[in-house]
Antibody, heavy 117, light 107 residues
Framework: EVQLVESGGGLVQPGGSLRLSCAAS????????MSWVRQAPGKGLEWVANIKEDGSQKYYVDSVKGRFTISKDNAKNSVFLQMNSLRAEDTAVYYC??????????WGQGALVTVSS | DIQMTQSPSTLSASVGDRVTITCRAS??????LAWYQQKPGKAPKLLIY???SLQSGVPSRFSGSESGTEFTLTISSLQPDDFATYYC?????????FGQGTKVQIK
């Protein structure tokens, strides 16, 4: 069974940092792009970043460029999102998703990140 | 950036109704569009990819089509399990962008 499990969410003060992890199982992780997608409370979906199968290419939405970094460890079947200089508007549920080239065909359960003093 | 404009924002319908949701793109691209269903407190689920291809395991009452910059999700006969929020998403270019969502609620 294909499965993605996020961890690392929590409460952080504005300007702080947090690192999200996503552990994958049930598929050949090294063959897939991976994405992070977020959803602010009561709002719609926003794509945040993605990373190529081998980690050689990365793309970000403008609002997180220079603050967030996506990385991938194929040996550990995991993808990460390092989030620095966090702002209140980054408060959201963060989902990792398998980026199959035909859309996001598998999603984790989500990790809540709350940025507040 | 490609803007995706969904309509309507909310739709009230009854079981058995035919439901249509539209997504209009701000610029033309070829078929690289997906549709998702999301229920409260749950992750989204991929329904349709490449504008009209049905994801494995998704009931055949769901279908997608495109005409120019307009994409359509149709549910041929609404079932109780279909009351949810639906999103379109383009994956033609970066940044990947979603429509704002259409909530399908019970009439």
């Amino acid at each position: 069974e294909v499965q993605l499990v996020e961890s690392g969410g929590g409460l952080v003060q504005p300007g702080g940092s947090l690192r999200l992890s996503c552990a994958a199982s049930g598929f050949t992780f090294r063959r897939f792009w991976m994405s992070w997608v977020r959803q602010a409370p009561g709002k719609g979906l926003e794509w945040v970043a993605n990373i190529k199968e081998d980690g050689s290419q990365k793309y970000y939405v403008d609002s997180v460029k220079g603050r967030f970094t996506i990385s991938k460890d194929n040996a550990k079947n995991s993808v990460f999102l390092q989030m620095n200089s966090l702002r209140a508007e980054d408060t959201a549920v963060y989902y990792c998703a398998r980026d199959s080239g035909t859309g996001f065909d598998c999603w984790g359960q989500g990790a809540l990140v709350t940025v507040s003093s | 950036d490609i803007q995706m404009t969904q309509s309507p924002s909310t739709l009230s319908a009854s079981v058995g109704d035919r439901v249509t949701i539209t997504c209009r793109a701000s610029q033309s691209f070829s078929s690289w569009l997906a549709w998702y269903q999301q229920k409260p407190g749950k992750a989204p689920k991929l329904l349709i990819y490449k504008a009209s291809s049905l994801q494995s395991g998704v009931p055949s009452r769901f279908s997608g089509s495109e005409s120019g910059t307009e994409f359509t999700l149709t549910i041929s006969s609404l079932q109780p399990d279909d009351f949810a929020t639906y999103y379109c998403q383009q994956y033609n270019s970066y940044p990947r962008t979603f429509g704002q969502g259409t909530k399908v609620q019970i009439k």
